[in-house]
């Protein structure tokens, strides 16, 4: 029985990413937490509380906590909006209650106790910023020693970032960019870490064809959950700009042959106009690097998992 804790942003990615953590067989899903990155906080901490109260399949004892961690840098408004839209759907609000808890601490000190009092080792998947973290370890260094590895979506190391802000040079990706100094302390830890960069789901982006797949399935609850939450997301056809990064950093840390990996040396710039920049170097923190994924079984397995869910 693997333990996982799961922390992410609360954008569509990541709150698909939960629904399918929650159909993972022999898995234990500790904790969940959600910082104010890719989100507005409030309504993607209750979109994830009623996730768990929807589609808690293994019925896990879970509560979310929200992250009091504050940005260096800040999403656009305009992408975060989303969460309150996700919030809003019809199949998580039937009920018009919440049963799953906010936890009572915040999300760093959630993930400290969460970590310690596991089990087993634990797997750490982390959809957004990697400040939670970073706090934690300086808390409390010893979590290193609870956690088998790290799996995060961020960073790119081609140096093709996804981050147009005025004043910077573009390199970045957008959760490094949240808080550079938070990837550094992270890179400076023991810690094993797998990386999904912008540069890791070429395979898997979102088209209309994939919109059309599931619409097909929508008889599936999860699958039409699914379906509206990327119906928020405009992408364009000709030259889609959006991929499956959070699912593809979730199912991998627990499905590893959906992707092909390469072991890399990668440091962070936390300054300057390259402030987020994560980059290949001779003398940098050794991590692994997901190099492609196997579109047919990535998505086969989306759809398997979405399947099996069930309403509570």
């Known amino acids: 029985m693997k333990n996982v804790y799961f922390d992410h942003d609360g954008n569509v990615d990541d709150l698909v990413s939960l629904l399918l953590l929650l159909q993972v067989p022999n898995i234990k899903l500790l904790g969940v937490a959600v910082t104010d990155a890719d989100c507005y906080v409030n309504p993607a901490v209750e979109a994830s509380r009623k996730i768990i109260d929807r ?34 759907f019809p199949i998580l ?44 370890l300086r808390i409390d260094p010893s979590i290193q020693d609870h956690i088998e590895r790290l799996y995060w979506m961020g960073g790119c190391l081609d140096g093709h970032g996804n981050v147009n802000e005025m004043g910077f040079d573009g390199t970045a990706e957008w959760n490094a960019f949240w808080d550079p100094e938070a990837v550094k302390t992270v890179f400076a830890s023991h810690l094993k870490i797998q990386m999904v960069g912008l540069e890791s789901t070429e395979e898997i982006p979102l088209t209309k064809d ?8 929508r008889k599936y609850p999860a699958i039409d959950l699914i379906g509206q939450g990327y119906s928020l ?25 959906l992707v092909e990996s390469t072991p890399v040396k990668a440091a962070v710039e936390t300054k300057g106009r390259a402030a987020g920049r994560t980059y290949k170097t001779a003398t940098g923190r ?26 509570e």
Request: proline share 5%; charged share 25%; glycine share 2%.
């Open 93 to 136: 609000n039937e009920h018009g209650t919440i049963k799953t808890k906010q936890a009572a601490k915040p999300a760093h000190l959630d993930m400290i106790d969460k970590i310690k009092q596991a089990d087993g080792p634990v797997t750490l998947i982390m959809t957004g910023p990697l400040t939670d973290l970073a706090r934690a």
């Open 233 to 257: 997301v405009l992408a364009d056809e000709a030259d889609s700009t959006y991929y499956l990064w959070d699912v593809l950093t979730t199912l991998s840390s627990l499905y590893p042959q």
């Open 286 to 311: 050794p991590l692994t690097l997901v190099t492609k994924a196997d579109k047919d079984a990535f998505f086969q397995t989306m759809d398997d998992l979405a399947k099996s869910a069930h309403l």
């Open 210 to 217: 994939l919109r059309l797949h599931w619409a097909r399935l």
């Open 55 to 88: 589609f808690n399949r293994r019925h896990d004892p879970l509560e979310v906590a929200k992250s009091n961690s504050r940005a260096h840098h800040q999403f656009p408004s305009n992408w975060r909006l989303s969460s309150f839209s996700f919030d809003a």
